[in-house]
């Protein structure tokens, strides 16, 4: 068990729908990640939130968003869903002292 | 930019035959470097890492990798492979905002 957790392990919708996919980091940790692994276009980074505050963008499509909350916990929003939105969305969370990003068990799309 | 290349997608090797995965990257600036695992249905879990120091790294589980600077390459090795070892493997470069950059990753099965 990693100490990241991850809200709901699968999720079926349909196309059009919008989903809320949940993250709670590590005791402590204050960085989260949001990675999404298809099989045509592998381990993705998506976007990184510090503290409340995002951090970096990777190829995150504007239909998604995401937020840290004050408990930091994390959020990652998807709308507008597309049959290519089918995909295992990790969240990873890490300390500034230790620079290793620990992975959630990961949230299940399928999109029909 | 930075990428990630790893030589191999699929393995197929019997027990106790020794292992080897390449991996490549690209990549400007200080390297942390890391190999993570996933087991069928598991979440990604890290083996070992290098940030600095001695180029031969141990990780869990038997495993091992070594930095060579000159090639940019950390290749992943481990002597004796288990059955337990069947997953998938990827190798992947974080850069200065902490992100991580992954391999496309190499599937592993060990045959008994």
């Known amino acids: 068990d990693s100490g990241v957790t991850q809200t709901p392990k699968h999720l079926i919708t349909a196309t059009g729908q919008r989903v809320t996919l949940r993250c709670s980091p590590r005791?402590?940790?204050?960085?989260v990640y949001w990675y999404q692994q298809s099989l045509d276009q592998g381990l993705q980074f998506l976007i990184q939130y510090y503290n409340g505050e995002e951090r970096a963008k990777g190829n995150i499509l504007e239909r998604f968003s995401a937020q840290q909350f004050p408990d930091l916990h994390s959020e990652l929003n998807l709308s507008s869903l597309e049959l290519g939105d089918s995909a295992l969305y990790f969240c990873?969370?890490?300390?500034?002292?230790?620079?290793?990003?620990?992975f959630g068990a990961g949230t299940r799309l399928s999109v029909l | 930019a930075q990428s990630v290349s790893q030589h191999n997608h699929h393995v197929i090797l019997s027990e106790a035959a020794s292992l080897e995965l390449g991996c490549n990257y690209s990549y400007g600036g200080t390297v942390n470097l890391f190999w993570y695992v996933q087991y069928p249905g598991q979440h990604l879990q890290l083996l070992l890492k290098y940030f600095s120091g001695d180029p031969l790294v141990k990780g869990i589980k038997g495993f091992e990798a070594e930095f060579i600077k000159s090639k940019f390459s950390f290749n992943l090795r481990k002597p004796s492979v288990q059955w337990s070892d069947t997953a998938e493997y990827f190798c992947?470069?974080?850069?200065?905002?902490?992100?991580?950059?992954f391999g496309a990753g190499t599937q592993v099965v060990v045959t008994p």
């Open positions: 992947a470069v974080r850069d200065s905002w902490g992100k991580l950059q």
């Open positions: 005791s402590g940790d204050l960085s």
């Open positions: 990873a969370s890490s300390s500034a002292r230790e620079n290793i990003q620990y």
